[in-house]
């Protein structure tokens, strides 16, 4: 079992920034791949954000390429999520993710892991 704790949200202005954490404990091999996915009231969870333990490689929705950065800290079982020039459209439950496969990193089915989310809003 892998526990994820999501931490860092909060209410921000248009253009501000924020970064949420996201703390691993428990059986963290298992969180090969770890990601971030939001979800807005009466629409679906949709994929933000997705990187993968020992690769340099991150992945990103079209809609925040250029304005959030994923990263992990491996020393500290730490997932974050750095989200600059954030808009409305942003506004969101955000959750992190994490599963011990490769797979498709915006799959929200494959993973096994999720936390109990972060509240997200923007405001105009």
């Known amino acids: 079992q892998v526990q994820l704790v999501e931490s860092g949200g909060r209410s921000v202005q248009a253009g501000g920034s924020l970064r949420l954490s996201c703390a691993a404990s428990g059986n963290t091999y298992n969180a090969y791949c770890m990601g971030w996915f939001r979800q807005a009231p009466g629409k679906e969870r949709e994929a933000v954000a997705a990187?993968?333990?020992?690769?340099?490689?991150?992945y990103y929705a079209d809609s925040v390429k250029g304005r959030f950065t994923i990263s992990l800290d491996n020393a500290k079982n730490t997932l974050y999520l750095q989200m600059n020039s954030l808009k409305p459209e942003d506004t969101a439950m955000y959750y992190c993710?994490?599963?011990?496969?490769?797979?498709?990193?915006?799959?929200?089915?494959?993973?096994?892991?999720w936390g109990q989310g972060t509240q997200v809003t923007v405001s105009s």
């Open positions: 993710a994490a599963r011990p496969t490769a797979g498709t990193w915006s799959a929200a089915h494959e993973y096994t892991y």
């Open positions: 990187i993968y333990r020992n690769n340099p490689n991150t």
